[in-house]
């Protein structure tokens, strides 16, 4: 199985601080992967450095054989990187269809909620939209304004807005942050089905280990920013170096 996302002694520094520290990582086109480790321990400045937000102080970072390390934000995206932060960061007062609307018409090629208002005069149907919204299980919530929405299927939304891009490799950033446990486990199944029906590259990082072990995927744990171990969570759980630097002896 050939590696689709390749990660060879990628490092960055702030100031004296080396927050991700010669890390290597591979992941098939196919994989999912979830990314656990304590808070600073650089998981999010990875995501960062895979999606451009910042630049590496050593090392690469390869999508499908090419070189992703100097590129700007906009253009891996376009590479086909799909990236949900912690936070939804979604339209309140426009509809949940309407909101996917500005995730396809920014994946066209505008520039989103302007671009959109610009084009059309306002939001029209977009195409692929309820595919989208049926996908992320809210297709019936199409006409609510997604500030009703509640924090989970704000969280779905915006799931449903990074897959409006049609990405290769999807990166989500703590998808169950502020959710209830119904939610997390609704939500867990969501992310697998959705592995499952479009053979995604995918990337969690993630703290619940609950939700963790309901992926069943692969399982990384980062500490001071390297790769600590990796491999099922059964096994990785296991470790006695993981469970003292992190999943704590109520985890064994």
Same mark, same amino acid.
């Given at each position: 199985?050939?590696?689709?996302?390749?990660?060879?002694?990628?490092?960055?520094?702030?100031?004296?601080?080396?927050?991700?520290?010669?890390?290597?990582?591979? %992941?098939?086109?196919?994989?999912?992967?979830?990314?656990?480790?304590?808070?600073?321990?650089?998981?999010?400045?990875?995501?960062? @450095?895979?999606?451009?937000?910042?630049?590496?102080?050593?090392?690469?970072?390869?999508?499908?054989?090419?070189?992703?390390?100097?590129?700007?934000?906009?253009?891996?995206?376009? %590479?086909?990187?799909?990236?949900?932060?912690?936070?939804?960061?979604?339209?309140?007062?426009?509809?949940?269809?309407?909101?996917?609307?500005? *995730?396809?018409?920014?994946? $066209?090629?505008?520039?989103? %909620?302007?671009?959109?208002?610009?084009?059309?005069?306002?939001? $029209?149907?977009?195409?692929?939209?309820?595919?989208?919204?049926?996908?992320?299980?809210?297709?019936?919530?199409?006409? @609510?304004?997604?500030?009703?929405?509640?924090?989970?299927?704000?969280?779905?939304?915006?799931?449903?807005?990074?897959?409006?891009?049609?990405?290769?490799?999807?990166?989500?950033?703590?998808?169950? *942050?502020?959710?209830?446990?119904?939610?997390?486990? &609704?939500?867990?199944? %969501?992310?697998?089905?959705?592995?499952?029906?479009?053979?995604?590259?995918?990337?969690?990082?993630?703290?619940?280990?609950?939700?963790?072990?309901?992926?069943?995927?692969?399982? *990384?744990?980062?500490?001071?920013?390297?790769?600590? *171990?990796?491999?099922?969570?059964?096994?990785?759980?296991?470790?006695?170096?993981?469970?003292?630097?992190? @999943?704590?002896?109520?985890? &064994?």
């Amino acid at each position: 199985m050939s590696d689709f996302l390749r990660i060879s002694g990628l490092a960055r520094d702030f100031g004296g601080v080396r927050a991700v520290a010669g890390l290597d990582l591979a %992941l098939a086109g196919d994989e999912m992967l979830c990314l656990i480790g304590p808070n600073g321990c650089g998981k999010t400045t990875l995501f960062n @450095l895979i999606t451009g937000v910042l630049r590496p102080s050593e090392g690469e970072v390869r999508l499908d054989g090419r070189d992703l390390t100097r590129l700007p934000p906009h253009r891996i995206a376009r %590479l086909g990187v799909g990236r949900k932060f912690q936070v939804p960061s979604v339209y309140d007062d426009l509809s949940v269809a309407e909101n996917l609307d500005v *995730a396809l018409h920014a994946a $066209a090629g505008g520039d989103g %909620l302007a671009g959109l208002w610009r084009s059309r005069g306002g939001p $029209a149907p977009g195409r692929g939209r309820g595919a989208g919204l049926g996908a992320v299980r809210l297709d019936g919530r199409r006409r @609510l304004e997604a500030g009703q929405l509640s924090h989970g299927e704000k969280q779905w939304l915006e799931i449903g807005m990074v897959l409006a891009a049609a990405p290769r490799l999807v990166l989500l950033d703590e998808p169950t *942050a502020g959710m209830t446990r119904g939610e997390t486990r &609704a939500t867990a199944e %969501l992310i697998r089905a959705l592995h499952r029906d479009h053979g995604l590259a995918m990337v969690v990082i993630e703290h619940d280990m609950h939700f963790v072990e309901a992926l069943d995927c692969r399982v *990384a744990v980062m500490m001071a920013g390297r790769i600590i *171990a990796d491999g099922p969570f059964a096994r990785v759980r296991g470790m006695d170096e993981v469970r003292q630097a992190y @999943l704590g002896e109520g985890h &064994a």
